[in-house]
């Protein structure tokens, strides 16, 4: 062989194995962040589901809070239809504020 398709051949496997050294680098790397990817899934899925436990007993406390004020609100509502037996629209106040404008 001549000396100008050995050189050729040197050059062409240097570049061959330096090649395969960033291309194990990038493999590498992108095994690390899948493995990162993983590990934050979890991450945000135990913080969220210990968030949850933590804060259970609050979000209980508001939904039943908000449960007695319905309720609360339709023993108003029932109360003001006892106290409205002569027939009293709620659009009285209108016709009244028209009588005396």
């Given at each position: 062989?001549?000396?100008?398709?050995?050189?050729?051949?040197?050059?062409?496997?240097?570049?061959?194995?330096?090649?395969?050294?960033?291309l194990?680098?990038?493999?590498?790397?992108?095994?690390?962040?899948?493995?990162?990817?993983?590990?934050?899934?979890?991450?945000?899925?135990?913080?969220?589901?210990?968030?949850?436990?933590?804060?259970?007993?609050?979000l209980?406390?508001?939904?039943?809070?908000?449960?007695?004020?319905?309720?609360?609100?339709?023993?108003?509502k029932?109360?003001?239809?006892?106290?409205?037996?002569?027939?009293?629209?709620?659009?009285?106040?209108?016709?009244?504020?028209?009588?005396?404008?």
């Amino acid at each position: 062989m001549d000396e100008y398709a050995k050189e050729l051949l040197r050059k062409n496997l240097e570049a061959s194995q330096e090649s395969l050294k960033i291309l194990k680098k990038m493999r590498r790397a992108s095994v690390f962040g899948t493995v990162f990817k993983i590990i934050k899934f979890i991450v945000i899925v135990a913080l969220s589901y210990g968030a949850y436990y933590y804060i259970e007993p609050y979000l209980k406390g508001v939904v039943d809070m908000l449960s007695n004020i319905s309720q609360g609100a339709g023993q108003i509502k029932q109360a003001g239809g006892a106290l409205n037996p002569s027939g009293l629209t709620p659009g009285i106040f209108d016709k009244l504020k028209s009588l005396f404008l």
